[in-house]
């Protein structure tokens, strides 16, 4: 007997969750267009946190950016990131902006705060729920490390360096660009020489 009046509450819990939810959905939409509330964003941090195992957090980074790998890393950059993340790593580009939630900016505190493990961690697994895809599967460890320190340059890149990632993406599809309006091409080759190829 007791089991039933438990279940027959669940139903009703679930009946009445259900409904609110459908009720939800119906004055907000699945639009991308609102920008999540704090509250939304300071959960998904949170959870992000738990989420990643402590042992991952805590590795150090063991291919620090040097003057040889700095040109493979920004290439790296312009190539897989800054379709979202835009070339400075603010975040504003067409993608960036429009999705939910935003690419953020990188070069604030709230990034540059977490630790080379969990750069790493977040790189390689991506963000379920939002727009940051996994790319550990498409790129080398080494590489994505050494993303980990192209993010740390970010906060203070120089007008040269800012000027080279420019060039290096007007040879691409122009997505990286801040103001991103050409039409995107199907295929772009690398300033490597590698041959024209999709991502
Ligand atoms: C298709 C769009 C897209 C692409 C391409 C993309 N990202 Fe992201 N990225 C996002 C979004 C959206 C978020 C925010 C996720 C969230 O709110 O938890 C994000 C978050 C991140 C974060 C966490 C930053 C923070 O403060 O929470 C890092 C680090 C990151 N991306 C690195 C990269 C790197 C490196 C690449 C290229 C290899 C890349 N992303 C490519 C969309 C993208």
Same mark, same amino acid.
């Given at each position: 007997?007791? &089991?039933?009046?438990? =279940?027959? /509450?669940?139903?009703?819990?679930?009946?009445? !969750?259900?409904?609110?939810?459908? +009720?939800?959905? %119906?004055?907000?939409?699945?639009?991308?267009?609102?920008?999540?509330?704090?509250?939304?964003?300071?959960?998904?941090?949170?959870?992000?946190?738990?989420?990643?195992?402590?042992?991952?957090?805590?590795?150090?980074?063991?291919?620090?950016?040097?003057?040889?790998?700095?040109?493979?890393?920004?290439?790296?950059?312009?190539?897989?990131?800054?379709?979202?993340?835009?070339?400075? &790593?603010?975040?504003? =580009?067409? /993608?960036?902006?429009?999705?939910?939630?935003? !690419?953020?900016?990188?070069?604030? +505190?709230?990034? %540059?705060?977490?630790?080379?493990?969990?750069?790493?961690?977040?790189?390689?697994?991506?963000?379920?729920?939002?727009?940051?895809?996994?790319?550990?599967?498409?790129?080398?460890?080494?590489?994505?490390?050494?993303?980990?320190?192209?993010?740390?340059?970010?906060?203070?890149?120089?007008?040269?360096?800012?000027?080279?990632?420019?060039?290096?993406?007007?040879?691409?599809?122009?997505?990286?660009?801040? =103001?991103?309006?050409?039409?995107?091409?199907?295929?772009?080759?690398?300033?490597?020489?590698?041959?024209?190829?999709?991502?």
């Amino acid at each position: 007997m007791r &089991g039933k009046t438990a =279940t027959a /509450i669940v139903l009703v819990i679930v009946i009445v !969750a259900a409904g609110a939810l459908v +009720m939800w959905f %119906q004055r907000h939409g699945f639009s991308a267009r609102e920008e999540p509330a704090w509250y939304e964003k300071t959960l998904a941090r949170h959870a992000r946190k738990i989420a990643t195992p402590a042992g991952a957090k805590e590795l150090k980074n063991p291919h620090p950016l040097t003057e040889e790998s700095l040109p493979a890393a920004r290439e790296h950059w312009v190539a897989h990131c800054s379709s979202c993340h835009a070339l400075d &790593g603010s975040g504003n =580009t067409t /993608i960036g902006r429009n999705l939910y939630p935003k !690419a953020p900016d990188m070069r604030d +505190m709230e990034t %540059q705060k977490l630790s080379d493990g969990e750069l790493f961690y977040i790189i390689s697994n991506g963000v379920r729920f939002t727009g940051m895809p996994a790319w550990g599967e498409e790129d080398s460890p080494q590489s994505i490390w050494e993303l980990v320190g192209y993010i740390r340059r970010l906060s203070h890149l120089s007008a040269e360096e800012k000027q080279l990632l420019e060039k290096l993406s007007s040879g691409e599809s122009g997505e990286g660009k801040p =103001t991103a309006s050409p039409p995107p091409k199907h295929t772009h080759s690398h300033a490597s020489g590698a041959p024209p190829h999709k991502h």
